[in-house]
């Protein structure tokens, strides 16, 4: 479970701000350096729970197919939220669930997950967007870095995580963009790099010299012949 930045009575008191008025979710998110959505979650959490969902841990160990698709249907016939799902059945993140719908409406195939298991191996990967990856690192970074925590939360692997974090620290959000298949133009690459492209386009040029030039000899060999 990924550690938590505030205390239990803390969000507690946040929440009451909010059931008694002091409040609206966007007044006590600004005021209080927290996400709108994640007031959102906490009071839906407090009213399915009470003050024993700050205490306790409500969160699935495990995501069978059935419990996806039972809390997806629940959402698409309106019958609760993301966010009231989420905290009705302890899914680790809206951002989870939201996944499992866009999955199914895609027809893709809902598996079983346990994060157990899955945080630590490298089929557990999935493709994520450069926002998803910043929510990530935000999360890791506020949990005191729990890596593996923030893989369960997110259904990645805890490589990945590790891995954006580093870059993270390194350069910034610029560094999540992933660049796979991206091919740099000589104007964005170093000095080096524009040497060696050049002697490799160099070489290509010799090579079809060479070609063109042994081409010309079997031609002038056919026509004497």
Same mark, same amino acid.
């Given at each position: 479970?990924?550690?938590?930045?505030?205390?239990?009575?803390?969000?507690?008191?946040?929440?009451?701000?909010?059931?008694?008025?002091?409040?609206?979710? $966007?007044?006590? !998110? +600004?005021?209080?350096?927290?996400?709108?959505?994640?007031? %959102? &979650? /906490?009071?839906?959490? *407090?009213?399915?729970?009470?003050?024993?969902?700050?205490?306790?841990?409500?969160?699935?160990?495990?995501?069978?197919?059935?419990?996806?698709?039972?809390?997806?249907?629940?959402?698409?016939?309106?019958?609760?939220?993301?966010? $009231?799902?989420? !905290? +009705?059945?302890?899914?680790?993140?809206?951002?989870?669930? %939201? &996944? /499992?719908?866009?999955? *199914?409406?895609?027809?893709?195939?809902?598996?079983?997950?346990?994060?157990?298991?899955?945080?630590?191996?490298?089929?557990?990967?999935?493709?994520?967007?450069?926002?998803?990856?910043?929510?990530?690192?935000?999360?890791?970074?506020?949990?005191?870095?729990?890596?593996?925590?923030?893989?369960?939360?997110?259904?990645?692997?805890?490589?990945?995580? *590790?891995?954006?974090?580093?870059?993270?620290?390194?350069?910034?959000?610029?560094?999540?963009?992933?660049?796979?298949?991206?091919?740099?133009?000589?104007?964005?690459?170093?000095?080096?790099?524009?040497?060696?492209?050049?002697?490799?386009?160099?070489?290509?040029?010799?090579?079809?010299?060479?070609?063109?030039?042994?081409?010309?000899?079997?031609?002038?060999?056919?026509?004497?012949?």
């Amino acid at each position: 479970m990924a550690k938590r930045k505030h205390s239990a009575e803390w969000m507690i008191d946040r929440v009451k701000e909010y059931l008694n008025g002091s409040g609206s979710y $966007e007044s006590i !998110a +600004r005021d209080n350096g927290i996400g709108y959505t994640t007031i %959102r &979650r /906490w009071v839906a959490a *407090y009213r399915y729970h009470g003050e024993a969902a700050f205490f306790e841990r409500y969160g699935n160990n495990q995501y069978t197919h059935e419990f996806k698709i039972s809390c997806i249907e629940m959402v698409i016939s309106g019958k609760l939220s993301v966010e $009231e799902c989420t !905290a +009705r059945f302890g899914i680790s993140h809206a951002s989870v669930l %939201r &996944r /499992w719908i866009s999955e *199914y409406n895609a027809n893709r195939e809902l598996k079983d997950y346990d994060p157990k298991r899955e945080v630590y191996m490298a089929e557990a990967r999935r493709k994520t967007t450069i926002e998803e990856r910043k929510e990530i690192v935000k999360y890791c970074i506020d949990h005191d870095r729990d890596y593996k925590g923030t893989a369960a939360t997110y259904d990645v692997s805890y490589t990945q995580v *590790y891995s954006w974090v580093r870059k993270f620290d390194a350069n910034g959000e610029e560094a999540l963009i992933d660049k796979r298949g991206h091919h740099k133009t000589d104007d964005e690459v170093d000095e080096l790099e524009r040497l060696r492209r050049e002697n490799l386009r160099l070489k290509r040029q010799l090579q079809e010299r060479d070609m063109t030039v042994e081409l010309l000899k079997k031609v002038r060999e056919l026509e004497g012949m």
